[in-house]
């Protein structure tokens, strides 16, 4: 190593990038994993919402329509615990850059954005490693809105429709994802993110993610 | 931050929450399905409610539970979640309504089995921190070796209820009367951190039916409500 130790104890390095809907992540998150990997390192991703059991308890709840704030926040925060015990720990124990699709900055955003004390959110998710690095990948709302629409469509939850701040679908997103937006940017502080800015070409931001990358990889 | 907590204040809300609590076979549950069947026969609106029996998320848990697959943070996490789901949708709309709620079991248990899980003690409590504080609960004190007879007369005790997931030890009985009693001592230390009612578990069906309704109509007559 090039004399970095990792924040959290672990031998290997834990990397997240966070955004929402639309920034780019999962795109940016190959490429790195691609480039870690061309390193001789080993390197794994985890997504936010994919662990065995709970994941598919809160994509039945979505459908249904069942989830209000506190449950909606306990789900997937019990859907982390699971992940991080059950997948990202033990590759972190064995040696692995484990990027992370999302962190408990997510939590943060939606959560508070749901009425959520923040206190409450941190007790809730304060036995998580803290991140070697955290990427945030920024893009104003109205361009996440016309990437939405030309791919996925708007979703119900992403748009928040679930809190009522508008009837109008397009609205209701706007709303909500700038909502997001603003506790994303009070936490680039606080957090030490690294803000890129999500409107680059995918190789500039490539570039810039691994200019990072490198200083706490032995290379 | 702990007084904080809508755990220690009252709810204010015009109905009463009443809780029974205690390790299983305490006889808790027949206590509260007689003190239902009074009070409806005196015409009072009661609703029933029962740990972990939400539409969202209970049956999950119990899957998950049959398989041993998850660590006792993320149990405690997914039995939040069906309280937290209960609470919103069910016990306080039936305060705000006015009704009496009768809670088999509430957030106590979780702060006993998941602490008696090594869960730490302050973190559960405040991942709870949105639960009201019931107008009443009873805790059911009985011991790991009664509750053992009664829970297993006819059976081995099961995997969870045992505390298997702990290792203590791999025989269920013993690993039972360790883990109860761990479960038992959180209780007892919360009889003065929360107010608990202490009735003892081993006392005649009839004597603790009669507490019981002596401690309901106090707190229903603080309420304006004499039975």
Same mark, same amino acid.
Not at chain 1, 96 to 122: C, N, Q
Not at chain 1, 198 to 214: A, N, W, Y
Not at chain 2, 44 to 67: C, G, H, P, R
């Given at each position: ?15 997240? %990038? ?9 795109t ?10 061309d ?5 794994m991703?985890s997504?936010w ?5 709970? $994941?598919?308890?809160? =994509?039945?709840?979505?459908?249904? =329509?069942?989830? *209000?704030? +506190? ?5 997937? $925060? ?13 590759a ?19 959560? +508070? ?8 959110l941190? =007790?809730?998710y ?10 945030y990948?920024?893009?104003?709302? &109205? %361009? ?22 508008? *009837? ?17 940017h009070?936490?680039?502080d606080?957090? *030490? ?5 999500? +409107? ?14 490198? =200083?706490?990889? &032995?290379? | 931050m ?17 809780c029974? /609590?205690?390790i ?7 206590q509260?399905i ?29 899957l ?23 609470? /919103? ?45 019931p ?13 053992l ?6 059976r ?29 001592? /959180? ?10 009612v /202490? ?19 106090e707190?229903?007559?603080q ?5």
């Amino acid at each position: 190593m090039t004399g970095y130790k990792s924040k959290h104890g672990y031998d290997g390095l834990l990397i997240v %990038i966070e955004g929402t809907d639309g920034s780019g992540k999962s795109t940016q998150i190959s490429r790195l994993k691609r480039w870690i990997e061309d390193q001789s390192y080993g390197a794994m991703v985890s997504e936010w919402k994919t662990s065995k059991f709970i $994941a598919d308890a809160i =994509n039945d709840a979505k459908d249904r =329509n069942l989830l *209000n704030a +506190t449950t909606f926040s306990l789900l997937y $925060a019990a859907d982390f615990a699971d992940r991080l015990e059950q997948v990202i720990i033990p590759a972190l124990k064995a040696g692995f850059v484990v990027i992370l699709d999302r962190y408990i900055y997510t939590a943060y955003a939606r959560d +508070t954005v749901r009425g959520h004390d923040i206190e409450w959110l941190k =007790n809730l998710y304060d036995y998580a490693p803290e991140p070697d690095m955290v990427f945030y990948l920024d893009v104003p709302v &109205e %361009i996440l809105l016309k990437r939405i629409i030309g791919t996925t469509g708007l979703d119900y939850w992403e748009s928040g429709r679930d809190i009522g701040l508008s *009837n109008d679908f397009y609205k209701s997103f706007q709303i909500y994802q700038s909502k997001c937006l603003e506790q994303y940017h009070k936490m680039i502080d606080e957090y *030490n993110f690294i803000s890129i800015d999500g +409107t680059l070409s995918e190789k500039d931001i490539h570039k810039k993610i691994i200019e990072k990358v490198e =200083n706490i990889l &032995e290379i | 931050m702990e007084n904080k907590s809508r755990l220690n204040q009252s709810h204010n809300l015009p109905g009463t929450l009443v809780c029974v /609590e205690g390790i299983d076979g305490s006889g808790k549950s027949t206590q509260l399905i007689i003190l239902r069947d009074w009070l409806k026969s005196l015409k009072q609106d009661v609703i029933f409610t029962e740990w972990n029996s939400s539409d969202l998320i209970s049956q999950t848990t119990k899957l998950a539970k049959k398989k041993n697959l998850l660590s006792p943070r993320t149990f405690s996490l997914l039995h939040a979640v069906d309280f937290a789901d209960r609470l /919103e949708q069910v016990i306080i709309p039936a305060l705000k309504a006015g009704f009496i709620v009768l809670a088999d079991r509430y957030v106590y248990t979780a702060f006993a089995r998941d602490v008696a899980r090594g869960v730490d003690r302050n973190w559960v409590r405040k991942v709870y921190g949105f639960a009201v504080k019931p107008d009443l609960t009873l805790y059911f004190r009985v011991t790991e070796d009664v509750s053992l007879e009664r829970i297993c007369s006819n059976r081995a005790p099961k995997f969870y209820e045992a505390g298997m997931d702990l290792k203590i030890s791999s025989d269920p009985y013993e690993s039972y009367k360790i883990f109860q009693k761990r479960v038992n001592d /959180e209780y007892k230390s919360m009889i003065n951190e929360y107010g608990l009612v /202490e009735i003892d578990a081993n006392e005649s069906i009839h004597n603790k039916q009669v507490f019981f309704r002596e401690k309901v109509k106090e707190v229903l007559s603080q309420k304006g409500i004499f039975l």
